[in-house]
């Protein structure tokens, strides 16, 4: 041990970031240590916190010599303990560049023969790093806005988010939702429509009193929402005009959706009017939109996204199907996105992709733990991955989003 540390300090070189988004680093004794808030290429002095026989978690106490993509944490709230944005310490544009690094670590790390060898994994634009998302979840402290403390179940109710679109930020700043469980906050960026979304129910009851929030924010309980209440707001993404549901998915923002468009399009390559396309996970239409086939297909099992989606996708001649994407009964297809949650498409939705008899795939992961797994069985499916975009969606985050590139071997 370095003199001058005591029993549960460490000098740790940094090697890399990976899945999760802490650092890697090794001890002098070889174990493994992870480092939340260290950059690669950086020596720093930790403090062991929690430790096991093959791996140990530190808390970075001293930088001794930075990455050259360090940079201060801007947001007052990160210093006041909010757990998010965990980021923040590294330069905008330097992020996307990391992220794909934890994607080519994952796939170097996955064990299939070689294959993911060739794979080329490329980063994106950086994209605007404040200002830029169109919905925040918030639980509530007193009446506040507030989120979770880093690693934490305490909640810190705070006065800003940077990273919220102004339009979203006013009413974490301004509102107040007495009664209150949790609120999410929708925005339209390009409409100026915006939602509250609140659990379990607007008000929460007469002693509490009602929600007060901006001028323009329409607010809907949770309950209302169960009990068949419709509620929605638009956005404008490439030129379309889309209706999102209160409870429907839709992507960061719309310059984020626009970028993961132009991904996509990279992914797939030249399409037409003519071609066959198969939109799987559709949520509420936005490839099938945008991407100007005639006559797509959609699947989505989200009641709420496939009513917006048949809105949004109406005089295209857009097939829109409720269903699982592993209940559906696989149509033909030219080319098929496929854009799962976090838990990735698995062996099931792999076998749907295949059964539509695709020649090229557009693959949207969230996860990179289900990225590497799903792009290992379209190998054993007969797809080849011939390109990886990662697309920073959630910059200041650890967030990696990736579009992967597939065509039949």
Known sequence: MDPGLDSSERVVDVERLVTGGAALAHEPTGRVVMIPGALPGERVRVRLVDERPRMSTAAVERVLEPSPVRVAPPCVELANG????????????????????????????????????????????????????TTVRCAVDGDRLAFHERRSD??????????????????????????????????????GERLAVVSPSVGGGDEAGPAVVPEGVRVVGVDELRAGRRAWFHEEVAGHRFRISAQSFFQSGPEGAEALVAAVRRALGPIDPATRLVDLYGGVGLFAAVLGTDRPVLVER????????RVNLEGTGATVVRSSVERWRPSRADVVVADPARAGLGRDGVSAVAATGAARVALVSCDVAS?????????????????????????NTHHV?????????
């Open 154 to 191: 305490a909640l810190l109710a705070v006065g800003d988010c940077p990273v919220a679109h102004e339009l979203v930020a006013e009413v974490i700043r301004d509102g107040r939702f007495p009664g209150a469980e949790e609120v999410t906050v929708r925005a339209g960026a390009r409409t």
């Open 401 to 409: 989003e990736a579009v992967t590139a597939l065509e039949r071997s």
């Open 82 to 133: 909010c757990g998010g944005c965990d980021l923040q310490h590294a330069a905008p544009p330097a992020q996307p560049g990391l992220k794909a690094d934890i994607v080519r670590d994952a796939l170097g790390r996955a064990v299939r023969g070689g294959r993911f060898d060739e794979i080329a994994v490329t980063a994106g634009e950086a994209l605007p790093p404040w200002r830029y998302r």
């Open 371 to 395: 990225l590497v797994r799903d792009v290992g069985l379209l190998a054993d499916a007969g797809y080849r991955a011939t390109g990886i975009e990662v697309v920073d969606m959630f910059p």
């Open 302 to 309: 989200s009641a709420s996204s496939v009513a917006d989606a």
